[in-house]
């Protein structure tokens, strides 16, 4: 783990959770593998106050926890790094369930999320206060609604079952296991998932056109898995299949179908594969060849954005021939001699790219050895999420810092829209009331959210980046 993880990890669960549970997490990943006697020794927490932080870190799996020894029973604890870099993806997984299924399952997923695991009745009733306070006719919102929302979660596998954390940080025991309701808590890999098939569709309309993107579309809503970047490919589905799905989705499609699937499986991006001849074939999604070309497309255009057109020309022709010579470089670049060995030299120095020798010769003479440069996708991947993560952390602490600033401002504004709402529920026009900041206040409080705004915005993009980047390094990971 690389001190960007550490300290974006720590940082996520210190705006959460406050300072206490952060200096727990970050005692436990210094050390890997801890027990609670060493957390205490290493915190200065009590017993209690380090029961209350590992109790709320496991209901969130931020922790985990193993059982060693046979005669001696010893739990360690330790980070789930996977799970607590997923919490600046929270805002997209809401915002992918309103977008779905409207506010009223936006309001549910954020509380489960916000809760870590819940029973369902409970986090449905604390869904109806919220709900009910918050519009004006509250008979349009009742449990019943609340209960078909929650069915849809789960036939969509956005929410899935859990065990019940015990209450001082211990793990259940099998007592615990049977007793009490079923617990709930919201299943990231689906919208991981999600998100990857989302991303797929855009890739392959940028790539081709609307269309083509349309019958990839088709293909993944038949893919019947939630796995994330576990599967090498997608369920295989047939030509007739494709058809009807087309029929319902974009019926103007259907006649070019064939011949969008002929160009897709000639491609060389190898994305969509033909899997067998018979009955027109049955087709399927490669996403170990997504996430390589994916991942190719975000470095690229990191290499543009921080080098410049020409670096990024140098660089894709790398790439593309894998090992290549200096000479070769300026000449398919079309750049001169000296430019062209000036811009790889810079690559080469910021780590995007390597050189493999090869010598003609036993004596290892410089004058009688290849210099081939080539890209190392795999330790620029590494590279270059470290740098996401401590992108993320800076724009993290630059909107902190700028909220902290305004922080008078801001309470001030909240209070002022309270009381337009509380006037507005009891029939008062919002002109009637006294504004509560003045022109100046409302300038610099804008300006305050116009950055927020921006560093939201550059927020999004670094995750797009860190998803393609992460996809592809699990995938090499587990192939």
């Known amino acids: ?4 993880v550490h300290q974006l990890v720590v940082s996520l669960v210190d705006d959460l959770f406050g300072p206490i549970c952060a200096k727990a997490i970050s005692t436990i990943l210094q050390n890997n593998h801890i027990t609670m ?4 020794e290493r915190t200065g927490f009590d017993k209690r106050t380090a029961n209350q932080c590992l109790c709320v870190l496991i209901k969130h799996r931020f922790v985990r926890f193993d059982e060693i020894g046979e005669k001696t029973r010893t739990i360690r604890y330790s980070v789930d790094i996977s799970q607590s870099l997923s919490l600046p993806f929270y805002p997209l997984f809401v915002n992918i369930v309103k977008q779905q299924h409207g506010d009223m399952a936006e309001v549910v997923l954020e509380e489960l999320l916000h809760q870590g695991s819940s029973f369902k009745d409970s986090l449905l009733d604390i869904c109806l206060v919220r709900l009910q306070s918050s519009i004006k006719d509250k008979h349009s919102v009742n449990m019943e609604t609340l209960n078909s929302i929650f069915e849809v979660l789960m036939s969509r596998g956005y929410v899935e079952k859990t065990e019940e954390p015990s209450e001082d940080g211990e793990p259940p025991t099998k007592k615990s296991r049977s007793s009490g309701g079923l617990m709930w808590r919201v299943n990231t890999q689906a ?8 991303q797929i569709v855009e890739f392959i309309k940028n790539r081709f056109d609307e269309g083509a993107g349309e019958v990839v579309g088709v293909i993944l809503l038949l893919n019947n898995q939630i796995d994330g970047d576990m599967s090498q490919c997608s369920s295989s589905a047939s030509y007739d299949q494709i058809l009807h799905g087309l029929k319902n989705k974009s019926p103007n499609m259907v006649p070019f179908a064939k011949s969008y699937l002929d160009i897709l499986t000639d491609s060389d991006l190898g994305i969509v594969k033909l899997v067998d001849d018979y009955g027109g074939g049955s087709f399927l999604i490669n996403f170990s060849n997504f996430y390589l070309e ?6 690229c255009s990191i290499v543009r954005e921080r080098f410049g057109p020409k670096s990024h020309r140098i660089f894709s022709i790398v790439m593309a021939k894998k090992m290549i010579e ?5 000449e398919l670049a079309l750049i001169p001699y000296k430019d062209a ?5 810079t690559l080469y120095t910021e780590n995007f790219l390597e050189i493999q020798e090869l010598h003609r010769t036993p004596d290892f003479s410089p004058l009688r050895t290849f210099y081939l440069f080539h890209v190392p996708l795999e330790k620029l991947t590494l590279k270059l999420l470290n740098v ?4 993320i952390y800076n724009l993290m602490a630059i909107r902190k810092d700028n909220l902290n600033e305004n922080s008078r401002l801001v309470d001030k504004s909240l209070r002022a829209d309270a009381s337009t709402l509380a006037a507005t529920q009891q029939g008062i026009a919002p002109e009637e009331l006294e504004d509560m900041l003045t022109s100046s206040e409302k300038q610099q409080l804008g300006s305050c959210m116009r950055i927020v705004k921006r560093l939201d915005l550059g927020e ?5 980046s860190i998803c393609a980047l992460t996809h592809f390094g699990n995938n090499q990971n587990v192939h």
């Open 326 to 330: 200096q000479k070769q470089v300026a």
């Open 191 to 198: 919208f991981y998932t999600f998100m990857r098939d989302t």
């Open 37 to 40: 006697k060493d957390i205490i």
């Open 341 to 345: 060995k000036e811009l790889l030299y």
């Open 294 to 299: 994916f991942a190719k497309h975000h470095i």
């Open 460 to 464: 999004i993009n670094i995750l797009d």
């Open 1 to 4: 783990m690389t001190t960007e």
């Open 388 to 391: 996401c993560y401590k992108a």
